[in-house]
């Protein structure tokens, strides 16, 4: 049947009716029949992503140890779980190969990498993860270098990879030797290696090592330089001879224990033997 309201046929009316019921509803703040606002389900929820973030290069370098870092620009719209470097010596870490988180928990971070080899190159990226997942920075390439290095009175000097034991005496039954520089362990090794006998100090000035011969045992200046870089120098906590005699009249000579940062030497007699550590001057 074709029935007609005021003239227009019926299904037209109906038509018309629905559409400026529609139109309220939207114009008013309505809501549809699921109680979403106009214009759909999601248009309140905000999107999440992975974090953006940036790598940062290392202000240090050690044989043995680095400091790279990262920075986040975007979360992601999610809190941040985790933030740290990893590395490998293969081109794009993971968090499946070597992994440090930052304890730094600002998005401008820091991560300290120890256990590193000499002369090695390492790949690392900066990383963060949040519930969506893990994302990494822009990849760094970084170079260790063949020896540690410490600078003590204006001088650079580069450290041998090992302590080393020595099996015999600082000098000759407490005998003096006049090698009593505080600052130049060159000086006094040449000085002690002079003498007859096989002490530590002619150890190294005869090591013929790592592809150089001038090396010497430090002063007790120069130990103590290296005690506090001792860790990233992968240095154990022993004691270590000095080049440095104290007294001529006692026949005693300094040493160091490297298990005590606050510690700036030990003065014991010369007969005894020990640990030396060899070190060379950068030319």
């Known amino acids: 049947m074709n029935l007609k309201i005021m003239g227009i046929p019926s299904s037209i009316a109906l038509f018309t009716t629905a559409i400026s019921i529609s139109f309220l509803l939207h114009a008013c703040g309505g809501k549809d029949d699921n109680n979403n606002p106009p214009g759909g389900s999601n248009q309140n929820q905000t999107s999440k992503s992975i974090p953006t973030l940036s790598s940062s290069e290392p202000s240090e370098i ?73 994302a990494y920075g822009n990849e760094i390439k970084i170079e260790t270098p063949q ?23 600082w000098a000759d039954n407490d005998k003096p ?34 592809g150089f011969s001038d090396w010497y045992m430090p002063s007790i200046d120069e130990l103590n330089a290296i005690l506090h870089i001792k860790d990233k120098a992968n240095i154990p906590p022993v004691t270590i001879w000095s080049s440095t005699e104290d007294d001529i009249l006692t026949g005693d000579a300094y040493l160091v224990d490297f298990g005590d940062t606050n510690l700036g030497g030990i003065k014991i007699k010369t007969k005894y033997t020990g640990k030396c550590l060899c070190v060379r001057q950068a030319q």
């Open 62 to 134: 050690t044989i043995y140890y680095a400091n790279p870092g990262g920075k986040i620009s975007d979360n992601g719209g999610a809190d941040i779980t985790s933030r740290g470097v990893v590395w490998s010596e293969k081109q794009q870490p993971t968090i499946d190969d070597n992994k440090v988180e930052a304890t730094d928990v600002s998005d401008d971070f820091v991560s300290e990498i120890y256990g590193l080899s000499a002369s090695t190159t390492y790949y690392v990226r900066a990383y963060a993860s949040n519930s969506e997942g893990t």
């Open 147 to 169: 020896f540690t290095s410490v600078t003590v009175g204006g001088k650079t000097l580069y450290i041998a990879p090992q302590v080393e034991f020595f099996n015999g005496n």
């Open 177 to 210: 030797t006049f090698a009593s520089d505080k600052m130049d362990g060159a000086k006094n090794t040449q000085i002690i290696a002079s003498k007859n006998g096989q002490y530590a100090a002619k150890y190294c000035a005869e090591k013929d090592a790592y």
